[in-house]
C-alpha cells in the first residue's frame, strides 16, 4: 500500500505558477504509475497528467498541455507537478493518485489517492 500526502497548493495570480508535490511512503512509490487529477466546486473530478513508473511517459489533459509539467523523483519518493501560466479555471482541489497500471490512471481512475491541496487562481 502506498500512502501519499499533497503539498504546494495556494493563492496565485492569473498567469502565475505553483509547483505541487506529493510525498509517498509504504510500499515501493517507484512501481508505481502516479498521476494527477483535479475537481472544482460542482464539477466532476478531471484527469490533469500522469506519468509512467519510470519517469518515460507522460499525458496531458488537453485543457493542462504546454503549461503543466509531471515529473517524479523516485529516489525522493516524490511526484511534482509544475503549472504555469495559470488561469482561474485551474481553480480546484488537486489530488495525487498512483495505481500499478499507467492507463488506469489516464482513464480517471487509481488504487491510491492523497488527500488533496487547494489551489485558486485570481483573475
Known amino acids: 500500500q502506498v500512502q501519499l500526502v499533497e503539498s504546494g497548493g495556494g493563492l496565485v495570480q492569473a498567469g502565475g505558477s505553483l509547483r505541487l508535490s506529493c510525498a509517498g511512503s509504504?510500499?515501493?512509490?517507484?512501481?508505481?504509475?502516479m498521476g494527477w487529477f483535479r475537481q472544482a466546486p460542482g464539477k466532476e473530478r478531471e484527469f490533469v497528467a500522469a506519468i509512467t513508473w519510470g519517469g518515460g511517459g507522460t499525458s496531458y489533459a488537453d485543457s493542462v498541455k504546454g503549461r503543466f509539467t509531471i515529473s517524479r523523483d523516485n529516489a525522493k519518493s516524490t511526484l511534482y507537478l509544475q503549472m504555469s501560466s495559470l488561469k482561474p479555471e485551474d481553480t480546484a482541489v488537486y489530488y495525487c493518485?498512483?495505481?500499478?497500471?499507467?492507463?488506469?490512471?489516464?482513464?480517471?481512475?487509481?488504487?491510491?489517492w492523497g488527500q488533496g491541496t487547494q489551489v485558486t487562481v485570481s483573475s
Open positions: 509504504g510500499r515501493s512509490f517507484s512501481t508505481y504509475a
Open positions: 493518485a498512483g495505481d500499478e497500471q499507467y492507463n488506469r490512471l489516464v482513464r480517471g481512475a487509481g488504487d491510491y
